[in-house]
């Protein structure tokens, strides 16, 4: 069955960096672009980024671009989250996502808090 199993969020300071790395299995992984989510408390899950299946193309909610870049490594089936220059808002439990033949697939989600 399909598996996602998210690791790398801590305490961080403001404006310091964190990568996020979320292994998948289960699936054929290099056929099905990957997202990640986050959910802050009391706040609905939202989009962060999203990556197609080779790596080549991707995109960013407004409040992450230019600060949050997502990867890939289809021999590892992982995909990563690197989150440079956070900010306290960016605090929240991250997940990462595949929609596979209709159906959305979470992991069980890693916890980032940015706070001095």
């Known amino acids: 069955q399909v598996q996602l199993v998210e690791s790398g969020g801590t305490l961080v300071q403001p404006g310091g960096s964190l990568r996020l790395s979320c292994v998948a299995s289960?699936?054929?992984?290099?056929?099905?672009?990957m997202r990640w989510y986050r959910q802050a408390p009391g706040k609905e899950r939202e989009f962060v980024a999203l990556?197609?299946?080779?790596?080549?193309?991707?995109n960013y909610a407004a409040s992450v671009k230019g600060r949050f870049t997502i990867s890939r490594d289809n021999a590892r089936s992982t995909v990563y989250l690197q989150m440079n220059s956070l900010k306290p808002e960016d605090t929240a439990v991250y997940y990462c996502?595949?929609?596979?033949?209709?159906?959305?697939?979470w992991g069980q989600g890693t916890q980032v808090t940015v706070s001095s």
């Open positions: 289960g699936f054929t992984f290099s056929w099905y672009a």
């Open positions: 996502n595949v929609v596979r033949a209709r159906d959305n697939y």
């Open positions: 990556i197609a299946t080779s790596g080549g193309s991707s």
